[in-house]
């Protein structure tokens, strides 16, 4: 009987039970644990199982490119960051809200270490969500227009709850990729949180797009649902003293 089980787990492709059932079953047969129960932590097992599936997915789907968390995140090495602040972030109400998040500094000071770790802790928590380099965003945008599949691609972007941007910076640009660009903020706007990484203050972003009229706009849309956080701190690729552990190459 239990090698007829273990064929249907595999016919119906039930793979956490699959890890378990022989477990569970000798289990029950000493303990004379109630098939309800068994029934039920099989169950349990195979639901923890798809989650775990589902969480490594968004994962790998999102394109994070380096292991960066929240928990790992040098909070005492940055003074310019407010632990509290992030941590509340972390809650990920903001993303119900469908708020956004830009992050200004200097080269160095974390920004992308904090974007990441809101994104990491997103994913986990159910989220769907994609990272982007800003140019390489910019030039995907700019390489659909070839064949048309613009709409097609701002649609698929528009459906990630939570979508970052980093490293917004003295970018080479083209006047579609500005368009585009545009277009794909004032779509999300209001539905879906952006997080913007970005070593240039508001107003620089004028000398970078070139479009007043359209600036306008995006500034307006995108700080009206807006926590902007400001880091005034020390690079935290400044050479570590003789006790420190240098931070990693990629801490941005």
Same mark, same amino acid.
């Given at each position: ?24 079953? $000798? ?7 109630? $098939? ?52 509340? #972030? ?5 993303? !119900? ?57 701002? /649609? ?9 941007? !980093? ?6 640009? /083209? ?22 990484? $970005?070593? #240039?203050?508001?107003? !620089? ?6 479009? /007043? ?14 926590? $902007? ?24």
């Amino acid at each position: 009987m239990r090698e007829k089980i273990r064929q249907l787990l595999i016919e119906l492709r039930l793979k956490g039970m699959q890890g378990v059932v022989d477990r569970e079953l $000798t289990a029950a047969e000493k303990k004379g644990i109630a $098939t309800e129960k068994v029934l039920y932590r099989l169950l349990c097992e195979e639901l923890a199982y798809r989650q775990e599936r589902s969480m490594h997915y968004r994962i790998n789907h999102a394109k994070i490119p380096w292991a960066w968390t929240l928990k790992s995140f040098p909070f005492d090495k940055q003074p310019g960051v407010k632990k509290s602040q992030i941590m509340s #972030l972390a809650g990920l109400s903001f993303i !119900d809200r469908a708020e956004n998040i830009v992050f200004i500094g200097n080269p160095g000071t974390g920004k992308s270490g904090l974007a990441i770790g809101l994104l990491h802790t997103a994913l986990i928590n159910g989220y769907r969500g994609r990272f982007y380099n800003a140019q390489d965003l910019l030039d995907e945008l700019y390489a659909s227009l070839a064949d048309l599949s613009t709409s097609k691609l701002i /649609k698929r972007l528009c459906n990630y709850p939570v979508l970052v941007i !980093d490293e917004l910076g003295y970018l080479t640009l /083209k006047a579609e990729q500005i368009n585009a660009f545009f277009k794909l903020m004032g779509e999300r706007y209001g539905k879906a949180s952006t997080i913007i990484t $970005t070593n #240039l203050d508001y107003p !620089d972003w004028y000398e970078l797009f070139q479009r /007043k009229t359209l600036v306008d706009a995006l500034l307006d849309r995108l700080k009206h649902r807006c926590i $902007t956080i400001n880091i005034n701190g020390p690079s935290l690729r400044a050479p570590a003293g003789k006790n420190d552990t240098p931070p990693p190459p990629e801490l941005e």
